[in-house]
């Protein structure tokens, strides 16, 4: 850390002098111009470039398994890169299929470029356009009645419907990635904050909550899979599990409901009572599992395993709402 001195210059203007050492490594120098960006009691500078654009370069040579090469494309869309160039001495069309696949994946990554020995990709949205909101709302929504169908697909024995679950996690596996690539973004440039329109703090709260509904998404798939080896589920199970499901939603309905409430107050209120449902989830659950016992040890084994995943749901729900409390919470 340094410190300097702040002077008065003709009589209205403070002026402050920068550290030579961060002026040369960011290439400012005489005549350069500096943006300045005030958040609360900080006030941050940065070097003004012609172009923001976030280049990076990966080399796939020998990445022909779909799972790695894709994960290659997402962690660097993640990392907030604008542009991304895959390159290899000669990339294959296994490599560029898988390439186009993943793309398709991402919000605004489209293929640019393609050429025998690289692939580019670029991210044709800017950061203003992207709302961190409405993605976290509408992975809400869809994460929520993922859960719902998928615990009436395994009840009704409804293998179509069970099938529609499993297709729409991709949407929520999109607006994850979207919600990730914000929040570094936000933490590695002050102007993509400015220009969100949210502080850092509240960016790192949705991502967090982001999270918890991307896995709340998983275990509605992990149900709809099930569901699809189990038979018909009738009689008290059926109501037994119904009611669990219910349970287990309100938990991170309520929790999300905090977390964008405008109000602190009504924040703190609506995430307490979400906490304070998650015992009645885990008793429930502790008596659907006494329940499904009594089937055939293969059924009592697969519906274990939903029981388990309504309760991780709660649970969720439940560090959704520790994120709503931090949120409201005075900052210091």
């Known amino acids: 850390m340094e410190t300097r001195k702040v002077q008065l210059t003709g009589g209205s203007t403070y002026t402050v002098s920068l550290p030579k050492e961060w002026a040369t490594e960011n290439g400012v120098e005489s005549g350069s111009i500096v943006e300045f960006y005030a958040e609360d ?19 796939v040579t020998g990445l022909e398994n779909r799972h790695e090469l894709t994960r290659a494309v997402m962690t660097m869309y993640v990392s907030g890169f604008d542009i991304i160039r895959l390159e290899a001495a000669r990339i294959t069309a296994e490599q560029r299929r898988i390439i186009r696949d993943a793309t398709q994946g991402l919000v605004g990554l489209e293929m640019i470029e393609e050429t025998a020995d690289r692939v580019v990709l670029q991210d044709l949205l800017d950061s203003s356009e992207l709302s961190v909101l409405n993605a976290i709302t509408r992975m809400r929504l869809v994460s929520l009645t993922m859960l719902s169908d998928a615990v009436e697909a395994l009840i009704e024995d409804d293998n179509d419907l069970a099938e529609d679950v499993i297709q729409r996690d991709d949407d929520v596996d999109r607006l994850w990635y979207m919600v990730s690539r914000v929040f ?55 109501d037994l599990l119904d009611q669990l499901e219910t349970e287990a939603i309100a938990v991170p309905e309520t929790a999300m409901d905090a977390l964008l409430a405008d109000d602190n107050d ?22 659907v599992d006494g329940k499904v016992r009594e089937l055939d040890p293969q059924s009592a084994q697969l519906l274990g395993r939903v029981v388990d995943s309504l309760s991780r749901t709660a649970d969720y729900g439940g560090n959704i709402a520790e994120s709503a409390l931090q949120k409201a919470a005075p900052r210091p």
């Open 184 to 238: 570094r973004t936000v933490l590695r440039n002050p102007t993509a904050a400015n220009e969100i329109g949210f502080p850092r703090e509240t960016v790192f709260d949705y991502q967090s909550s982001a999270r918890q509904l991307e896995r709340i998404a998983d275990h509605a798939t992990k149900i709809a899979s099930l569901s699809q080896e189990i038979g018909e589920i009738t009689g008290e199970t059926a």
């Open 266 to 287: 009504e924040a703190v209120e609506l995430a307490n009572e979400a906490r304070a449902r998650i015992p009645e989830v885990d008793e429930t659950a502790r008596e």
């Open 41 to 59: 009691d900080l006030l941050l500078v940065s070097p003004q470039h012609g172009d923001d654009h976030v280049e990076g370069t990966l080399d």
